[in-house]
């Protein structure tokens, strides 16, 4: 398996700008999460699903984020519109429930809102 | 809501010198608690966790503690190389799947 599989690697934007963040999690793996990092916050997660299905979102930072797992294979996560201050690297991670211990990161999209 | 607090939020030692870094958590429910490694550039991988029933950890240079009563937990580096330098979070979880990290701590350790 090629593990997490993030895109696009980097991103930049325009502010007020639609961005779509995607993220494929390793085959098999229930569990897929959505994190932020930045320099002054460290790893923040934002949404976690099970089964393509939201559990907890409450890390959301506002209405103009929105996430979604339309399949098991496939998840977005959208800012729109886009601010300076989503400026960030923004990690997918998965796991499954039998070895939860685990998180499996993927590589990180950069992205810069101009 | 759980919060974890992580210091120092940077390190700087000798090549050779230990290394050790100290975090706290709110929720007392917590009861594992893993600890990831970030190169530069690249993503956070588990390096090492440790389970709320136990109370210290060994893994080649690496080892954790945890004092479950002051709900604090802290990860030592020994014999510290270059290639131990990165940034290192700290994560508590409480049951379920919902991880919470610590804001990170940038590692130098000088040849």
Redesign the interface.
């Known amino acids: 398996d090629a593990g997490v599989i993030q895109s696009p690697r980097h991103e930049v934007t325009e502010m007020g700008q639609e961005v779509t963040l995607r993220c494929k999690p390793i085959s098999g793996h229930d569990y897929l999460f959505w994190y932020r990092q930045t320099m002054m916050r460290g790893l923040e997660l934002l949404i976690y699903f099970n089964n393509n299905v939201p559990i907890d979102d409450s890390g959301m930072p506002e209405d103009r984020f929105s996430a979604k797992m339309p399949n098991a294979s496939f998840s977005t996560l959208k800012i729109q519109p886009s601010e300076p201050r989503d400026s960030a690297v923004y990690f997918c991670a998965s796991t499954h429930r039998v070895d939860k211990n685990i998180q499996y990161f993927g590589a990180g999209t950069r992205l810069s809102v101009l | ?1 759980e919060n974890v607090e ?1 210091h120092p939020s940077t390190l700087s030692v000798q090549e050779g010198d230990s290394a050790v870094i100290k975090c706290t958590y709110s929720d007392s429910a917590s009861n ?1 608690f ?1 600890w990831y490694k970030q190169e530069l550039g ?5 390096i090492i ?1 440790i389970r709320s029933n136990v109370g210290e950890k060994k893994d080649q240079r690496i080892a954790v503690t945890l004092n479950k009563t002051a709900k604090h937990f802290s990860l030592h580096i020994t014999e510290t190389q270059p290639e131990d330098s990165a940034v290192y ?1 700290c994560a508590a979880r409480a049951g379920g ?8 701590t940038r590692l130098f350790v000088k040849a």
């Open positions: 809501g992580q594992y893993p690249k993503r956070p991988q588990l966790d979070f799947f919902k991880t919470i990290f610590g804001a990170g």
